[in-house]
Nanobody, 122 residues
Framework: QVQVVESGGGLVQAGGSLRLSCAAS????????MAWFRQAPGKEREFVAA???????YGADSVKGRFTISRDNAKNTVYLQMNSLKPEDTAVYYC????????????????WGQGTQVTVSS
């Protein structure tokens, strides 16, 4: 089993940037595909981006060109670089891990962090 903990959230103005981190423990990150999801108040959890065990990346249309997911297996950490932030990006961001192939649905993921709040002001 693997445990993941998110960090790096905060309050930023529209157009600003944040980098979220997801630190894993218990197992090597090389064994897992990883993803970021987000959930705004009153909304369903939404796929943001994923990175496979071979470092192939996938992103939601709403964040392409603005967000970049990456992984550093030596540090057992996954990152989400968020640029050109918009108020509609405001949400709790969750890191998730799966032992299988990365997909864009939350039910495919076995392990979840507790989330980190991102708030974008206008």
């Amino acid at each position: 089993q693997v445990q993941v903990v998110e960090s790096g959230g905060g309050l930023v103005q529209a157009g600003g940037s944040l980098r979220l981190s997801c630190a894993a423990s218990g197992r090597t990150l090389r064994d897992y595909a990883m993803a970021w999801f987000r959930q705004a108040p009153g909304k369903e959890r939404e796929f943001v981006a994923a990175i496979g065990r071979t470092s192939r990346t996938y992103g939601a249309d709403s964040v392409k060109g603005r967000f970049t997911i990456s992984r550093d297996n030596a540090k057992n950490t996954v990152y989400l670089q968020m640029n050109s932030l918009k108020p509609e990006d405001t949400a709790v961001y969750y890191c998730a891990a799966t032992r299988y192939d990365a997909v864009a649905v939350s039910t495919a993921y076995d392990y979840w962090g507790q989330g980190t709040q991102v708030t974008v002001s206008s």
